[in-house]
């Protein structure tokens, strides 16, 4: 079926994010219910076209780990893409509702998410680029799917030209200027991961390491020349931590706080900590079981050659007992 804006029926807004928002749905014609995502583009007819064209791709990635795609249309100046509709939405506010997720349930995830991961890539040559909690979604029958995946060159140029970028998931190579491979999807899978079993931002807290960026020197020297853009925020030094200057620098990054512990790092700081500082773990140490902190070390191996890809990561013992488990999604899901 051919979708047209006027056969939609808005049902209410599910989210808002960079790029757009997604609002829920009802496709009059067949009585079905889906996630509509608007993304505001500034590009030429031509380009959007093939934006347009290069999305119908996603009508071949089919896998019950990756959210099914209904289909796309230009509606001056945005182009929607209507996707399945996932009723439990997205793993950020599941932890954000409901709390720390059980690493229990988060080994099922991790699953969920790897074997998306080995699908796109393997069958269609696709790298996510985007893992976080906000793009991994549930439903009360307890599946689990990813979603928002660069399918389209196009679309992905049009968006790093309107906006700059910067993920607070990304790879300490990625931040560096390297090219996305699978390996910087894992990197960000482990740190999602370890977001979910905390039920924060695992960069959020202070641990006591010194993130100063108190010279534009010191951050050139961690961003590569290809990062060093024009657009990029300011640098910041880091705030006096006394009441007022706190209080006034709050700030959150797309509903991340930054800021914990009395400290606030500004997003350069942060990514300047990720490539300098020793990769976050599961904290309280020994508090996890030894399966899962071997598998979220090897996703945050900060040496990419090092780190495993996710087909990789599918052989890892947490994965197979993950696997084996009979805990029930279905079950969990409708707690949350
Ligand atoms: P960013 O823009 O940084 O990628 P984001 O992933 O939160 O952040 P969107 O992709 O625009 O931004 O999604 C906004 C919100 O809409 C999500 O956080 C999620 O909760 C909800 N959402 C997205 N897709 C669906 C879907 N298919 N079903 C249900 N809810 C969805
Ligand atoms: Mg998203």
């Given at each position: 079926?051919?979708?047209?804006?006027?056969?939609?029926?808005?049902?209410?807004?599910?989210?808002?994010?960079?790029?757009?928002?997604?609002?829920?749905?009802?496709?009059?014609?067949?009585?079905?219910?889906?996630?509509?995502?608007?993304?505001?583009?500034?590009?030429?007819?031509?380009?959007?076209r093939?934006?347009?064209?290069e999305?119908?791709?996603m009508?071949?990635?089919?896998?019950?780990?990756?959210?099914?795609?209904?289909?796309?249309?230009?509606?001056?100046?945005?182009?929607?893409?209507?996707?399945?509709?996932?009723?439990?939405?997205?793993?950020?506010?599941?932890?954000?509702?409901?709390?720390?997720?059980?690493?229990?349930?988060?080994?099922?995830?991790a699953?969920a998410?790897?074997?998306?991961?080995?699908?796109?890539?393997?069958v269609?040559?696709?790298?996510?680029?985007?893992?976080?909690?906000?793009?991994?979604?549930?439903?009360?029958?307890?599946?689990?799917?990813?979603?928002?995946?660069?399918?389209?060159?196009?679309?992905i140029?049009?968006?790093a030209?309107?906006?700059?970028?910067?993920?607070?998931?990304?790879?300490?190579?990625?931040?560096?200027?390297?090219?996305?491979?699978?390996?910087?999807?894992?990197?960000?899978?482990?740190?999602s991961?370890?977001?979910?079993?905390?039920?924060?931002?695992p960069?959020?807290?202070?641990?006591?390491?010194?993130?100063?960026?108190?010279?534009?020197?010191?951050?050139?020297?961690?961003?590569?020349?290809?990062?060093?853009?024009?657009?990029?925020?300011?640098?910041?030094?880091?705030?006096?931590?006394?009441?007022?200057?706190?209080?006034?620098?709050?700030?959150?990054?797309?509903?991340?706080?930054?800021?914990?512990?009395?400290?606030?790092?500004?997003?350069?700081e942060?990514?300047?900590?990720i490539?300098?500082?020793p990769?976050?773990?599961?904290?309280?140490?020994?508090?996890y079981?030894?399966?899962?902190?071997?598998?979220?070390?090897?996703?945050?191996?900060?040496?990419?050659?090092?780190?495993?890809?996710?087909?990789?990561?599918?052989?890892?013992?947490?994965?197979?007992?993950?696997?084996?488990?009979?805990?029930?999604?279905?079950?969990?899901?409708?707690?949350?």
């Open positions: 079926v051919e979708l047209r804006q006027e056969d939609l029926r808005v049902i209410g807004e599910l989210g808002q994010g960079n790029g757009g928002t997604v609002t829920k749905v009802m496709h009059i014609p067949t009585k079905t219910l889906m996630a509509k995502k608007v993304v505001l583009i500034d590009a030429k007819p031509a380009v959007r093939q934006i347009l064209r999305l119908q791709i009508h071949g990635c089919n896998s019950k780990y990756i959210v099914s795609f209904h289909g796309a249309f230009v509606a001056d100046p945005h182009i929607c893409i209507c996707m399945e509709y996932m009723d439990k939405g997205s793993l950020d506010g599941v932890y954000k509702r409901s709390g720390a997720i059980d690493i229990e349930i988060i080994g099922v995830i699953l998410v790897l074997e998306g991961l080995t699908y796109l890539y393997d269609h040559r696709i790298i996510h680029r985007d893992i976080k909690p906000s793009n991994m979604l549930c439903n009360s029958k307890g599946e689990i799917k990813i979603c928002d995946f660069g399918v389209s060159g196009e679309l140029n049009s968006i030209d309107t906006f700059v970028g910067t993920s607070t998931y990304m790879s300490p190579e990625r931040i560096q200027g390297a090219q996305y491979s699978v390996k910087s999807d894992v990197w960000s899978l482990g740190i991961l370890i977001e979910l079993a905390l039920g924060r931002f960069f959020a807290e202070d641990d006591g390491g010194d993130s100063d960026i108190d010279d534009f020197a010191d951050l050139q020297d961690t961003l590569s020349p290809s990062n060093t853009r024009e657009g990029l925020p300011p640098p910041r030094s880091r705030p006096k931590k006394d009441a007022a200057a706190s209080k006034k620098d709050k700030r959150k990054s797309k509903g991340v706080s930054l800021q914990g512990g009395g400290m606030t790092m500004s997003i350069l942060l990514l300047q900590h490539v300098n500082e990769a976050p773990r599961l904290t309280p140490a020994g508090a079981p030894k399966e899962a902190d071997e598998f979220i070390d090897a996703c945050l191996f900060k040496d990419p050659e090092r780190r495993p890809t996710p087909k990789e990561l599918l052989k890892y013992d947490w994965i197979v007992k993950a696997s084996k488990s009979n805990v029930d999604l279905e079950a969990w899901a409708a707690t949350i």
